[in-house]
T-cell receptor
Framework: DGGITQSPKYLFRKEGQNVTLSCEQN?????MYWYRQDPGQGLRLIYY???????QKGDIAEGYSVSREKKESFPLTVTSAQKNPTAFYLC????????????FGDGTRLSIL | EDKVVQSPLSLVVHEGDTVTLNCSYE??????LLWYKQEKKAPTFLFML????IEKKSGRLSSILDKKELFSILNITATQTGDSAIYLC???????????????FGKGTKLSVKP
């Protein structure tokens, strides 16, 4: 079945450590997105990528980095510069340049040790 | 600044009740409005609305868009405990972040349906 797979489901970070969240899709979508969700908040856009080897900052990119070396994969690194990383992280994808909805993975919950 | 505002932020009803969730928006170059249902994990897509006055319906759920007054409603009739979730409204803008695919999300409405 086509879909978006995020891993791990739960992740713990020590202070000063970088951690990487995985996102893989087999929907053949061009565009991929990373969101952060905090309690009582909507989804806030961290980074997005419209095509392989290209990505753009969203509203809250500071302390995060991404890469898009393959169409299927869009990993997110939470760096030590992100001082408040505890949140639920959602990856999404969509068909680019068309009026189609984004589809989401099941998310990764990141906590600080 | 573009924004999407949902109301109420939380709502508790009993099974069998009908609920109406609201979403208003101020977005430059509106393209579409989407509703998602989020239980514990991934938001799942419900509806996408692009034209005013045309109701979209799926079972007990329905939604309509008013582009003149800049809002949408999501109705759920004969609610069931399985309808308990966070309902997210998102708006697509032509120029948000320079991408046609980007969405601006509201904070969501948390619906709890009691037996």
């Amino acid at each position: 079945d086509g879909g978006i797979t995020q891993s791990p489901k739960y992740l713990f970070r020590k202070e000063g450590q970088n951690v990487t969240l995985s996102c893989e899709q087999n929907l053949n979508h061009d565009a991929m997105y990373w969101y952060r969700q905090d309690p009582g908040q909507g989804l806030r856009l961290i980074y997005y990528s419209q095509i392989v080897n290209d990505f753009q900052k969203g509203d809250i990119a500071e302390g995060y980095s991404v890469s898009r070396e393959k169409k299927e994969s869009f990993p997110l690194t939470v760096t030590s510069a992100q001082k408040n990383p505890t949140a639920f992280y959602l990856c999404a994808s969509s068909i680019q340049l068309s009026n189609q909805p984004q589809h989401f993975g099941d998310g990764t919950r990141l906590s600080i040790l | 600044e573009d924004k999407v505002v949902q109301s109420p932020l939380s709502l508790v009803v009993h099974e069998g009740d009908t609920v109406t969730l609201n979403c208003s928006y101020e977005v430059t170059n509106f393209r579409s409005l989407l509703w998602y249902k989020q239980e514990k994990k991934a938001p799942t897509f419900l509806f996408m609305l692009t034209s005013s006055g045309i109701e979209k319906k799926s079972g007990r759920l329905s939604s309509i868009l008013d582009k003149k007054e800049l809002f949408s409603i999501l109705n759920i009739t004969a609610t069931q405990t399985g309808d308990s979730a966070i309902y997210l409204c998102a708006v697509g803008s032509e120029y948000y972040g320079g991408s046609q695919g980007n969405l601006i999300f509201g904070k969501g409405t948390k619906l709890s349906v009691k037996p």
